[in-house]
């Protein structure tokens, strides 16, 4: 039995614009994260789940756009909130952590002053209430206050991850966006921040939205996976069902691609690339690398629909 969803998006479609004309980056995607659940977002690099969690809480950069759909969270449409509006949302609401902290962290600015920022720009609280709470937050992910003083270059790269996370979830938001979180870092500092993701989501009854490459890691964490290719959401259900039952042909590629330390020699590649965005392939768009194309796929572009309770899929395989 499927909870309560948290915020979901209706045909939602983003655009870039570059000087070789417009990127579709996402079209017509049906999403949606449930209350107080971990979902994966899955694919290969440039399939759009970076847009993804990007557009949901409004930080495209700027030659990107939302050009149609909505983004419904607690019945208010994020697409059509003002920026001040926004700014409200972001971190009190909806928090994000991304691939590098480097990015997303001042070098010029200690813990402490990172802290205390994101802290006073959205309640109204005393220094020293502002101050406890940093502490609590470093507290949470692991942390000692002594690090409060230091500034990112002083920082390991977990460590500097933790504060990141720190920031993200010290006005405890409902939701967290965590974009490739661990990609940077070694294999045990990753499972310490996923871990701790997960400790957290328990602690704050937090809905995670965890963005990565790696479809086997998402099995491993996520109640939920979205995979997406080329700017679609083809495949969407409970983990057991897209790990166990995975019924489009992309998905049962990705999850044949990972790398079994028992059987190392049944690994299989995808064949060819994801397509560009620019012009991508009329009808569906994974129709160029489909073991499985017909007529039919290259002139139709498959819609999503349920084959389980909440699994669905958008392959033209699966309407007949
Ligand atoms: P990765 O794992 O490599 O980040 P991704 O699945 O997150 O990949 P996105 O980064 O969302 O994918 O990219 C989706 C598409 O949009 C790709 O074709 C990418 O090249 C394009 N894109 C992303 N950012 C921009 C930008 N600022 N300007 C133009 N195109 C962009
Ligand atoms: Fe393959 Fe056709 Fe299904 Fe696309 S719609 S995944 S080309 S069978």
């Known amino acids: 039995m499927d909870g309560e969803v948290a915020l979901y998006t209706e045909d939602l479609g983003v655009r870039y614009y570059i000087q070789r004309g417009v990127v579709k980056a996402l079209d017509d995607v049906n999403f949606r994260l449930y209350k107080a659940s971990l979902t994966g977002v899955v694919g290969e690099s440039g399939c759009g789940k970076s847009t993804l969690g990007r557009a949901i809480i409004r930080v495209l950069p700027p030659n990107g756009e939302i050009t149609s759909g909505r983004i419904i969270y607690n019945g208010v449409n994020i697409v059509e909130l003002s920026e001040e509006e926004m700014r409200k949302l972001r971190g009190r609401e909806i928090g994000l952590v991304m691939q590098d902290p480097m990015t997303s962290l001042d070098p010029l600015m200690s813990v402490k002053d990172h802290l205390l920022e994101t802290i006073l720009e959205h309640i109204e609280v005393s220094r020293d209430e502002a101050l406890k709470m940093a502490e609590e937050a470093l507290s949470s992910v692991g942390l000692s206050r002594e690090l409060l003083k230091s500034y990112p270059h002083q920082l390991s790269g977990g460590q500097r991850q933790r504060v990141a996370i720190a920031l993200a979830t010290v006005l405890k938001p409902k939701i967290l966006i965590a974009d490739e979180p661990t990609t940077a870092l070694d294999v045990i500092v990753q499972k310490k921040v996923l871990d701790l993701i997960e400790d957290l989501m328990r602690e704050l009854s937090l809905t995670v939205m965890l963005i990565t490459h790696d479809i086997a890691l998402a099995a491993e964490r996520a109640d939920y996976i979205g995979v997406m290719y080329a700017g679609h959401l083809v495949e ?60 039919i796929c290259i002139r139709e572009e498959p819609k999503m629909i349920e084959v389980g309770e909440g699994h669905y899929v958008a392959c033209l395989l699966r309407r007949r």
């Open 236 to 295: 969407y259900g409970r983990v057991d069902q897209v790990i166990e039952d995975p019924q489009h042909p992309y998905t049962q590629l990705l999850l044949k691609s990972v790398p079994d330390i028992e059987n190392i020699s049944m690994v299989q590649s995808i064949p060819g690339l994801p397509p560009d965005l620019v012009n991508p392939p009329p009808g569906c768009r994974f129709h160029p690398r489909c073991p499985y194309k017909m007529d």
